[in-house]
RNA sequence: CGGGGUGUGGCGCAGUUGGUUAGCGCACCUGCUUUGGGAGCAGGGGGUCGUGCGUUCGAGUCGCACCACCCCGACCA
């Protein structure tokens, strides 16, 4: 099959693509900078899924589906929400086709054009608040907690497999509260939902923290983020929350009648993560042989690999096998067995490497003899002899410790590359030379982040929630500040 | 949108100063032998050379135009 692929110090971004092509998670598709995630990929999505609708409905969510196309007029409804999105929407203006005078093929029909054009979502805020105005008329009605899980559109002038593609898969949490606090505390919730997801299921750590004005999410009052630090030293938003105020309530005028019996708007949240996740999944952990994925998230977690030379000898692996799996399955693993007889187990090897199985087992005639197994781990890529007595046991502890050594592993990368610097001299030679994060003191104003990105191509990430007050001086302009901000270049 | 690159069987590529039947590796099909890190041999199938127009006795090769995709940058989750 020879798969192999560009390493990351040739060419960090072939590496990428060779990685979601070779390993089968997506392809690129007749339209431009759409993607066609594939069966593999779309089953890593799915467990990205699972778990994070289990976490919202622990957290008190019911999913429901918003339409697709949202009137055009929504959109203006809200100033600023307008402006960021504007550039980017795809716009439905016709709602037929005919076939061409000439013959030529098909037309679009002229005569069928719409009253109102529709915008293809890039977000659903306006459609939703324009929902809820007819679902609210008291604090009894509050607080909404809805989420779904949908597609989006947003037409992108360079697009990148899972990174950035011009329709996308996601899932946005749209709430409604009679209180400006309990709003808060909603985009506060959600987004340390995100980085418990990222650090016990992805074994990514990632920086929590409060988006700055300009980085912030059009229409919010507040944005906050996760943001991952991938292997080339550039950070990767991961997921947004924003405590959105009464903007969207007073753009769609949605009023409730409060227990004093006074009229006030709802104070709303909105909150998402995106198939990007499994970019980021990617280039948090994978290695030149190919992606390395966690156990908890891989769709498949343990593949049996057999050696054999006759027929028989395969049988009674197969049979051998047969009971390993059923013991792995019962305690809730789960294996693949392949045992296609036109690749020989080298080739197996590598191509369950490439596709980031967390372990591989392989079975032959010693083992038959000797009643042992060979592991092998896809983290550090070492194998052990293993009795296969009890086999489960080991095999949870090994998953778990898989699990663990990655977020072990890229929680010192992200230690190694997180630099706190004091002058920009300092700051530029950090960003330029060995990338990652940046902590430095910004004096929060837009004019010097402005500066800093013409300059450096560094942005504020976020202002991270956990940084201790500390007094000091912008990198910049001297003026003091009370906090370090977290820089990168991103994504 | 600017800069760079690439389009030739499924994939990766070669194809000379234009020359007739367009090759190679991998993959695929059949058979036999193999199987503890990407198997070997034998036989076989598969291509209007990205599209269009032009130059020419003759175009994968030369010219013009167009299209698509990738990489780098500006915009963004």
Known sequence: ??????????????????????????????????????PYGYAVWEKIQAQLDRMFKETGHQNA???????KSFFSREASHVEGFAKECAVVTHYRLKNDASGMGIVVDEDARLEEELIVRPTSETIIWNTYKSWIQSYRDLPILINQWANVVRWEMRTRLFLRTTEFLWQEGHTAHATRQEAVEEAERMINVYAQFAREWMAMPVIMGRKSEAE???????????????????ALQAGTSHFLGQNFAKAFDVKFLNSEGALD???ATSWGVSTRLIGALIMAHSDDNGLVLPPKLAPTQVVFVPIYKSREELDRISSVVSQLRNELHAVGVTTHYDDRDNYKPGFKFAEYEMKGFPIRIAIGPKDLENGTVEVARRDTLQKQIVSSNSLGKFIIGLLDDIQNNLFSKALEFQRQNTTVVNSYDEFKSVIAGKGGFVLAHWDGTPETEAIIKDETKATIRCIPFDSKPEEGKCIVTGKPSMQRALFAQAY
């Open 65 to 71: 589906y918003f339409p697709l196309f949202i009137p």
């Open 265 to 267: 708007y709802v104070w």
């Open 1 to 38: 099959m020879a798969k192999e692929i560009t390493s990351r110090n040739e060419n960090y971004s072939q590496w990428y693509n060779d990685i979601v092509i070779k390993a089968g998670l997506a392809d690129y598709s007749a339209v431009r900078g759409c993607m066609i995630i594939k």
């Open 216 to 234: 912030r999410f059009a229409g919010a009052v507040d944005t906050y983020s996760i943001e991952a630090l991938m292997q080339d030293g550039k």
